[in-house]
């Protein structure tokens, strides 16, 4: 029999096939009520999904994807024991100048990648609602580049729409427990590192996580339309007003800082050589201070803030230290 040979297209498709195939059944899984190995089953199947992606992409491109070697001018392949080709791994399609992916969205990927890392193996549920802003930006993203880099007859909005919800909408909910607080404290320090390095745009971008502020909303008359989720112009008088009753709501509470900001604040103090990594995070691992008894921060949307205490007390250690942050 003949060998078959594929033309680059048509390996490209395979592949962009399989990229599909993987993502919708992450979105099929996490928005399923009977499974609940939610997060790690998403993250793994959206990795697999901007994997082959990118391979598609490449492949179509033709930029070489696999490992190999200059031997002179000849390329030596590196090969698995059992003489398959060792290709990229997403991270590394990433890193490539190549690369068609933004920054934001590589970092809501990279992110998802590391805690992919950090919770292998391990039973973690209530990072389903923890960091849901981050799995619906990763799929809002990935269906944004399916669209750019192949067509938007390839897009998933055919097949998904709205998901009907439970999670944290009823007051009894939203006045209950927080999820963090069975979040392991190594997973709340990874994202609290992770977000750390990155400065305030990329933190807020929605490709990073994707956020949304909810008001619940009555029909004027019987029969006129209403959606579960309606979306409205900004500079609107409609948004304006849900701006003013959401401020309104939180403008008792205490100013809030990033850690990328502390740093900002305590370098003004004088301290020009204090930074995020490892200084800062060094100081509050040793001070305990994300113990809520000590009152110097919240967990506010997966993200821990600082508040101005904490900047005060950096600053007193930071003298204490002498010469060494000046």
């Given at each position: 029999?003949?060998?078959?040979?594929?033309?680059?297209?048509?390996?490209?498709?395979?592949?962009?096939?399989?990229?599909?195939?993987?993502?919708?059944?992450?979105?099929?899984?996490?928005?399923?009520?009977?499974?609940?190995f939610k997060s790690e089953t998403f993250i793994v199947l959206m990795i697999i999904?901007?994997?082959?992606?990118?391979?598609?992409?490449?492949?179509?491109?033709?930029?070489?994807?696999?490992?190999?070697?200059?031997?002179?001018?000849?390329?030596?392949?590196d090969?698995?024991?059992?003489?398959?080709?060792?290709?990229?791994?997403?991270?590394?399609c990433l890193n490539d100048k190549a690369s068609p992916i933004d920054k934001d969205t590589a970092n809501n990927i990279r992110f998802l990648i590391g805690l992919r890392h950090e919770i292998e193996h391990q039973m973690t549920r209530s990072l389903d609602n923890y960091l849901s802003g981050r799995y619906q930006a990763c799929a809002l993203n990935y269906n944004d580049y399916v669209k750019k880099l192949f067509g938007k007859r390839y897009g998933l909005d055919a097949h998904l729409t709205y998901s009907i919800q439970f999670v944290e909408l009823m007051a009894d909910q939203l006045n209950?427990?927080?999820?963090?607080?069975?979040?392991?404290?190594?997973?709340?320090?990874?994202?609290?590192?992770?977000?750390?390095?990155?400065?305030?745009?990329?933190?807020?971008?929605?490709?990073?996580?994707y956020r949304l502020l909810f008001k619940k909303k009555m029909v004027n008359r019987p029969g006129q339309a209403d959606r579960v989720v309606e979306f409205i112009d900004p500079k609107s008088e409609i948004a304006k007003s849900i701006d003013k009753e959401y401020w309104v709501k939180k403008e008792i509470e205490r100013t809030k800082y990033l850690p990328s900001r502390v740093v900002q604040e305590v370098?003004?103090?004088?301290?020009?050589?204090?930074?995020?990594?490892?200084?800062?995070v060094d100081m509050w691992k040793a001070e305990d201070a994300k113990n809520p008894a000590k009152g110097f921060g919240a967990q506010v949307e997966g993200a821990w803030y600082w508040y101005?205490?904490?900047?005060?007390?950096?600053?007193?250690?930071?003298?204490?230290?002498?010469e060494k942050y000046r």
């Open positions: 029999m003949a060998t078959r040979n594929r033309t680059v297209g048509s390996l490209a498709l395979e592949l962009l096939a399989k990229s599909r195939e993987a993502s919708l059944c992450a979105i099929r899984v996490f928005n399923d009520p009977h499974v609940s999904a901007w994997t082959y992606l990118m391979h598609a992409h490449y492949r179509r491109r033709g930029i070489e994807y696999r490992y190999y070697e200059l031997t002179g001018k000849k390329r030596k392949f090969r698995t024991k059992h003489g398959a080709y060792k290709y990229w791994e997403l991270e590394r209950g427990p927080s999820p963090i607080a069975t979040i392991p404290e190594r997973l709340r320090a990874y994202v609290a590192e992770y977000d750390a390095g990155l400065d305030h745009d990329s933190y807020n971008s929605p490709r990073y996580s370098r003004k103090a004088g301290f020009t050589k204090f930074r995020v990594q490892p200084d800062h101005d205490t904490w900047i005060q007390r950096c600053v007193e250690l930071c003298a204490a230290a002498g």
